[in-house]
């Protein structure tokens, strides 16, 4: 019979088997190897080490042990403590000791020893293993750990632990709130399922936050419409993320839905609730559900800030209650909320829309400290309606008032400027001069502008000369007005140094301007000119179509320079820019002309399969070109699809088909052609019935005949009447 040995014996035994299976556990002596960690060498017999051991000597218990490993400065000194009371015959470790070491280990990013450390914690099975693992997974949560908390819930699981819901939902508040983590949140809720822990309403929301972060929003109506089964309620952040998601999804519709659901229920809504989703009922216009949200708001307690009056504010603005607006504007000063210059700005474009100018001007007259913004948006409506006298009259008034500044003077110069009437926009200039406000680059754009709209070029011209030589900044509109202008009296070169100045200050004009630009170079041959604008502008950044690249292949074809189109093509690629009809056609067609037909029907056929249809006019001029070229049968099969599709031919282009492919040795194809011809009660001409009939030898015919035996009498009855005429 085995001796019985006493407990303390059993422990001895048990601690040094593990040692010899894990490293972790290797006995401390004076000449051990100092432990490897990620950032430094440390040799276990540091002083600090030294000093906490000889205290421990005295007075060895779990207590001061965890006390120990708190307060020395790095993770390996505390990791040679650890396995120094390892090996100490009166000492036991408890949970206690092992999770304050997994948590020093975890901290410090060392996660191989503490996965170590924690399987062995289940080894051991501790009494309190649960709740030193609901302690882990807690701390590391609370300390953004997410990785080290995961790898605790994951071998809690493996070990068939049961931790409670409320700290499995702080593991997922804290997976959620990271970005593409929603393959963990998906785990740790299978898992929780699998351990039978019951979700709870911070279960489910979190599960919702994630699939409609991760833009999986109807598997989060589904598991939203599933929670009574689950016997959850949706509480208000529920709601909340539903109801944003869908919004945010342009589900407006469905939201509202959802929202009265929600006061059916009677879930009333908290604080968060009201300042998100009142944002964005205004943004969609919802004014009704916005106004009544915002007086269970009040009705509540909860005052709305400055970001929710404004948008308040400017939804009820757009929809033109504009009563209701200024009545909210006046509760913000009551409350000594200062409005945004921009709630005032909406509240006058709201009455200038309802053609109020004049109530408009009364409520900034009865405003106090009105900021400049909303003066000036008046004057913008003013000078849109070809009101200038009242505009000059309010500029006046807010000079009087301090509240003008040199933008105020240039809204009236650009619309004066922009209905072409430059001389009173000169005298306005001069009158801003004389008042201490410098021209800026805005006065001097909106002048360049006035003499476009007058068609005074050459001023325009000069105007820009100076202001490029003051090396100041002229902005894009304005410019790209000069260079259209310039191209209109054919000073191109003029207008490409325009173009040039735009391009060094890192912009690009307009699409249609540039445009003109590069046709009226290619126009004038200069093709090379024309591409170099195009790469400049194409480096900018400038987004195209293909009608700006037309004028160049158009050019290049012209010249014979058709080696250099598929460099071209290339570059409309890169750009992101697909072909239209009309430079398909035109491409296909020049290639033709020059012999290039493998590459035209390449082109032909992609056309086709882009579901570009040409008219019959273009397709036949593209079908003479292929023929001339013997080059038909290339594009005989995507022929076959245009009229399929209901494209329209002549017969006479239907016979030169028919010709061109027998000639180049599709008789197959030219006898479907055929058919195609006759289904619509068409003759072909005596040539085309000589190459299909008196050039096939008897045992060809006999076949070709078997392939149509059902239309036989039909062809030769409709052959033999149409020859009639020709007798």
Known sequence: MATKLPPI????????????????YSSYSSDSAPIRTETNLIPPKSKEVESAILFLKKKLHPDDLVRVLDSVSD????????????????????????AHMIWR?????????????????????????????????ESFCTNQRTSEALKVFEIARLANLRLPVSTCNLLLRVLVSKTNNFGSVIFVYKEMVKAEILPDVDTLNCVIKGLCETGRLDS??????????????????????????????????????????MLLLECRPDCGFYARIIPLFCGANRTDESIKLFKMMKDDGNFPDLYLYSALIECLSENLQLKDAVEILEEMADLGISPCASSYVHIVHGYCKLGNVHEAMEFLNKTNNCPVEPYDALLSSLCDLDRFREAISLLKEMLEKCVGDGISWNII???????????KALEVACRMVVLSNEPDNITCSSLITGYCRNTEFEKALYMFKQESVRDMFLDTRSCSELIEGLCHVKKIQEAAEVFYHIVSRGHSPSINSLSILISDNCVIGKVDEAIKILLLASANCCCFSSSIYTPIITGLLELNKDRYI??????????????????YCILIHGLCMRGRSRVAADLFNQMVDDGLIPGSEN??????????????????HHLEKLIEAGVILRPLICNAIISSLLNEGQKFVACKFLDWMLGRGWVPDPDTHVLLVGNFDSEKKA??????????DMVRYILAEGFTSYA
């Open 9 to 24: 014996f059993l422990f001895r035994r048990i601690t040094l088997c593990v040692s010899r299976n894990h490293k972790f």
């Open 75 to 98: 993770v390996p000194s505390a990791t040679a403590i650890f396995r120094w009371a390892s090996r100490q015959r009166n000492f036991q470790h408890t949970a206690q000791t092992y």
């Open 105 to 137: 280990l975890g901290t410090s990013g060392n996660s191989e020893q503490m996965e170590v450390l924690l399987k062995e914690m289940v080894k051991f099975g501790f009494l309190t293993v649960n709740s030193s693992f609901k302690f882990l997974v």
């Open 220 to 261: 989060a109506l589904i598991q939203f419409w599933g929670m009574e089964q689950k016997h959850c309620s949706p509480n208000s952040w529920t709601f909340e993320l539903i109801i944003a998601s869908l919004c945010s999804g342009g589900r407006i519709g469905e939201a509202v839905e959802i929202w009265k659901q």
């Open 413 to 423: 110069i650009f619309g004066l400027c922009k209905k072409g009437n430059v001389r």
């Open 566 to 583: 598929l460099h071209i093509l290339a570059q409309m690629f890169v750009n992101g820019c697909t072909l239209d009809l009309r430079t």
């Open 619 to 636: 397709l036949e001029k593209l079908i003479e070109g292929f023929a001339e070229g013997f080059s038909l049968k290339l594009v005989a």
């Open 703 to 712: 076949g070709a005949m078997k392939l149509y035996d059902t239309d036989t």
